[in-house]
């Protein structure tokens, strides 16, 4: 027997009317991306559809959240426009974290860096660079990507770095990329540009504090390892 569409559940299984009535806390995972999906197919209700989803990916939204639409096309009932909108969705939500930020954070030390960070670096399968500028009383005034790679490595520029640094008037910076791997160690490259944007910040009296090495689980730093002395 074919699965009836929402308009025809009674009121208080439908997602929309249950949020109307209920509130968003209501819903479950599923019903809430049933409201994104819209319909389902003929064999599958929207609901039925975002829990065969989600639940691929163990129900757990922190790995759903790195989901492409080449990965959401493979279920049956996902064409490329509900697709599109799971993915838009989805960094409307991650967007909606960073603006949450605080203008003026006080930088006290990497764990805060890694807290501030994951807005920007959290849920990626490819690498990217990140600068974070502070004013003299180590308070962060501006987060900037400065280059975007590949799921190993991506391409930095210390002079498009210092640049930006200059260009906001920042008394230091601490930078940071993420490793989508998960693996914390720091590379040779890492080590090495690390040191010469030091030595390069010394001259110019725009100080390193420190390098983050980002990952979801925890992070690296080379300030707490003692490797910017």
Request: proline share 3%; aromatic share 8%; net charge neutral.
């Amino acid at each position: 027997m074919e699965q009836q569409g929402i308009k025809y559940w009674a009121e208080d299984d439908r997602p929309r009317e249950k949020l109307i009535l209920k509130g968003k806390i209501a819903l479950s995972d599923a019903e809430l991306l049933a409201i994104i999906i819209g319909s389902g197919t003929r064999k599958k209700s929207a609901v039925e559809l975002s829990k065969e989803i989600l639940s691929s990916y163990g129900n757990n939204l922190s790995e759903f959240s790195r989901v492409q639409i080449s990965d959401l096309l493979k279920f049956s009932g996902i064409g490329e426009a509900k697709a599109i909108n799971i993915i838009a969705a989805l960094e409307l939500g991650r967007r909606r974290q960073g603006s949450e930020a605080p203008q003026k954070l006080k930088v006290l030390g990497a764990p805060m860096v890694y807290q501030h960070l994951k807005p920007f670096l959290g849920d990626l399968n490819h690498e990217e660079f990140y600068v974070i500028m502070l004013n003299h009383a180590n308070e962060i005034i501006h987060t900037k990507q400065v280059s975007k790679g590949g799921m190993s490595s991506t391409i930095v520029d210390g002079k498009i770095i210092f640049n930006m640094a200059l260009t906001f008037q920042a008394s230091a910076i601490i930078i940071s990329h993420n490793h989508p791997s998960g693996n914390l160690n720091p590379s040779s490259q890492d080590i090495e540009l690390t040191k010469s944007l030091r030595e390069f910040g010394k001259y110019i009296d725009l100080p390193l504090l420190d390098h983050l090495i980002f990952t979801d689980n925890g992070y690296f730093s080379f300030a707490e390892q003692g490797l910017l002395i």
